[in-house]
């Protein structure tokens, strides 16, 4: 009878299985924990770096079934879990957000392009695939996160010490629209701007998110500014159309990004193409593909097209967003599909932090 292999046997075995992301096996990147070993019944728990991966039941199904394939192994059971890593590096100087692993800026070279439809439903996906979300509306002037969340009567309130977030479907929130009138408006200078962007990090009681999305103010102005001067920002998503005058905004919101030292990690294409609701015929009312050429022009991440869809429009009024209201429509995977890329992105950028910083003497900040 064949004997029983012992744990360096059950973990050369996995590292023929490979994390398409990191293009390293899971061994070598410290994924396998908690190997056990009883008889010939092997256990193991397989730490992936997002729970939004969009292959982790394949990889579960590889890693069983070359252990299983060892001699002597007569059952496998492996439990897929996640942590996400930060992004955010030490060198930046600027203090990490208490409560937030990474805050990634949704923005848009001009206004109209739907980008705060995509900020709020990219939150949700990334909440509906396991990941701990809050959205931070930014978009001082004009805050509608709370409409389309169905918060527009909310008020913030405080714990004595902090704002704590209203939360909604499972996500954290915080805006502007919670401390205005519905029709007031807000006439702010610079200064100002940067004092609400300062008080809106620092004094709220985010609790343990692993993503925190800013719902950015359209083309480039104070608020990028006093982000890139507040938080480390793990990086940005820019949203477009595939129209000329939006891809040209676009580009230069892109150029903002970089001088700022926020680093774009991908390019989103909405209103990319109009589906019928009735035939489902497909008609590229704003043009075709010029997002996707863009972004590998500017050699930056494509994260996927997003359609013109009735729901999308009704479900934004209504507070019920297409993620909540139809996950599984072509419009919601649509928008999954650009969550679990955005999620990769962060795991990409997350390990170029790890792997540069290795071997060096972390820096003791001078009080």
Same mark, same amino acid.
């Given at each position: 009878m064949a004997g029983i292999p012992d744990r360096e046997a059950v973990l050369s075995a996995l590292k023929v299985v490979v994390d398409p992301d990191l293009r390293r096996d899971i061994v070598s990147l410290g994924f396998v924990k908690n190997v056990a070993i009883d008889q010939g019944r092997v256990?193991?728990?397989?730490?992936?770096?997002?729970?939004?991966?969009?292959? &982790?039941?394949?990889?579960?199904?590889?890693?069983?079934?070359?252990?299983?394939? =060892? *001699? #002597? /192994?007569?059952? %496998?059971?492996?439990?897929?879990?996640? &942590?996400?890593?930060?992004?955010?590096?030490?060198?930046?100087?600027?203090?990490? =957000? *208490? #409560? /937030?692993?990474? %805050?990634?800026?949704?923005?848009a070279g001009k206004g109209g392009v739907g980008k705060t439809t995509v900020a709020v439903n990219l939150a949700l996906a990334l909440a509906h695939c396991g990941s701990r979300v809050g959205i931070l509306d930014g978009d001082i002037y004009g805050p509608n996160v709370p409409i389309m969340l169905g918060l527009n009567a909310q008020q913030l309130t405080t714990d004595g010490k902090q704002i704590v977030p209203a939360e909604k479907y499972g996500v954290q929130v915080v805006s502007m629209g919670f401390l205005t009138q519905e029709d007031a408006a807000v006439i702010w200078r610079g200064p100002m701007l940067h004092g609400a962007i300062q008080q809106f990090f620092r004094e709220v009681a985010w609790r343990d998110l692993d993503y925190l999305i800013v719902d950015m103010p359209p083309g480039t102005g104070d608020v990028a500014l006093s982000l890139s001067q507040t938080v480390p920002v793990a990086g940005a998503i820019l949203v477009t159309t595939p129209q000329q005058v939006s891809l040209a905004d676009t580009r230069r919101a892109v150029r903002m990004y970089q001088k700022l030292n926020i680093q774009p990690i991908g390019l989103v294409e909405n209103m990319s193409y109009y589906a019928c609701t009735n035939c489902h015929h497909e008609a590229d009312i704003f043009g075709h593909g010029g997002g996707e050429a863009l972004a590998a022009a500017m050699e930056i991440p494509f994260l996927g097209r997003l359609p013109v869809y009735q729901p999308i429009r009704e479900g934004s009024d209504s507070g019920v967003p297409l993620i909540i209201s139809e996950p599984g429509s072509p419009a919601g995977r649509a928008f999954l599909t650009v969550a679990e890329r955005t999620a990769a992105q962060l795991s990409i950028a997350a390990h170029k932090v790890a792997e540069a910083n290795k071997g060096k003497i972390p820096l003791i900040p001078v009080r």
């Open positions: 256990s193991l728990t397989i730490e992936l770096t997002t729970p939004a991966c969009p292959v &982790k039941e394949q990889m579960r199904e590889q890693a069983a079934a070359v252990v299983r394939a =060892l *001699p #002597g /192994v007569s059952d %496998v059971s492996v439990q897929m879990t996640a &942590k996400v890593r930060s992004v955010s590096a030490p060198e930046t100087g600027r203090t990490p =957000l *208490p #409560g /937030v692993k990474n %805050v990634l800026a949704v923005g």
